[in-house]
């Protein structure tokens, strides 16, 4: 890894060389997260702000599809960091799944008696509150939304009436605002030898999933299983770009959830690198088609010349290294006005 590392770090200059120039307007971006478990979704909330601070995308809310109250709160304490703390944080709320998180006492550190992260949020609003009135104000098709965590709340959002936000109803709704949803879920390909390998982020709530995949009236775009596997994070990066400050939220997090050496698959990254980039080649997408999510979880895609969902696919070795160098360059981008210690 550290020799693939290696030519990442020489071929940098790359991802600026690749890209094209700037859309007009930013991508007005909603991050659906479940937040608390694994790292991967604190290392794409520091992607979505360094995009931002690109000029690629505006952060427009994030909703938590995991029911822990420590959840929302650390969601602000990145958020903060990055000079964002005014972002709306919704809620799952009763009835989501419910998980504990080795990161989340972060948002209860103190050195000399000063917080180690700032931040001002203790409770947050519905997640289906949070989505209706910013979905309401933005003009149509100009919303993405990455959902890398459980399917709960968009299946609500779905299933909403009008109120004092808009008249529409919630398939309405996504309908007029959102241009497509990309979402970390389910496995398009074997994994070890397994034709049906059931994904994390369904099996933990398999209704909400086979709701979307039925009802959503948008593009649907998944990252499967083997697209993150495939793009481990490098912990040389995590132990060398990140000290320009003393704490660190997305280093402290990583090194929590699983001390280096320890290289973490980029599974929910890629759905943000996606949803904010889909036009760069990052990767290559199937044919249209229609995913059906099983009783047991399993996410069945079936070929559709008027589908609506697509996979993404890595083609080969050099896509797959460029790939990886977007997404650490872009996670450990320093925030507006910092400099970053780059090996």
Known sequence: MRGVWTTLIAGASLLAAAAPAKAAEPVGLIFDTDICGDVDDVLALGMIHAMESRGDCKLLAVTVSVDNA??????????????????????????????????????????????????????????????????????????????????????????????????????????????????????????????????????????????????????????????????????????????????????????????????RPTWDLTSVLYAVHPDRGYFDVSQPGDVTIEKDGFSKFAPEPKGRSRYLILRDPAQTARVLEALVQLSSQPPDGREGARP
């Not at 419910?98 to 519905?126: F, I, Q, W």
């Not at 979307?212 to 495939?230: K, R, Y």
């Not at 400050?245 to 699983?258: F, Q, S």
């Open 70 to 263: 420590k959840a929302a709160p650390f969601v602000d304490l990145v958020n903060t960091y990055y000079g964002r703390g005014e972002v709306p944080v919704g809620v799952v709320g009763a009835g989501g799944a419910k998980e504990d998180g080795k990161y989340l006492p972060m948002v209860d550190a103190h050195d000399d008696g000063k917080p180690r992260y700032p931040h001002d949020l203790s409770t947050a609003p519905p997640a289906t509150a949070v989505l209706r009135k910013v979905l309401a104000a933005r003009p149509d098709s100009s919303v993405v939304i990455a959902q890398v965590g459980f399917s709960t709340n968009l299946a609500r959002l779905l299933e909403t009436p009008g109120d004092e936000f808009s008249p529409l109803t919630g398939v309405e709704l996504v309908k007029a605002k959102v241009k497509f949803l990309s979402l970390m879920a389910g496995s398009f390909k074997p994994i070890d030898g397994n034709a049906r390998y059931i994904e994390y982020n369904v099996i933990k709530d398999v209704p909400s999933c086979a709701k979307l995949a039925a009802d959503w009236p948008t593009e649907l775009v998944f990252s499967g299983f083997e697209i993150g596997i495939a793009l481990p994070y490098p912990a040389t990066s995590i132990e060398r770009d990140y000290g320009y400050v003393k704490h660190h939220p997305l280093a402290e997090a990583y090194i929590l959830y699983n001390p280096p050496p320890h290289n």
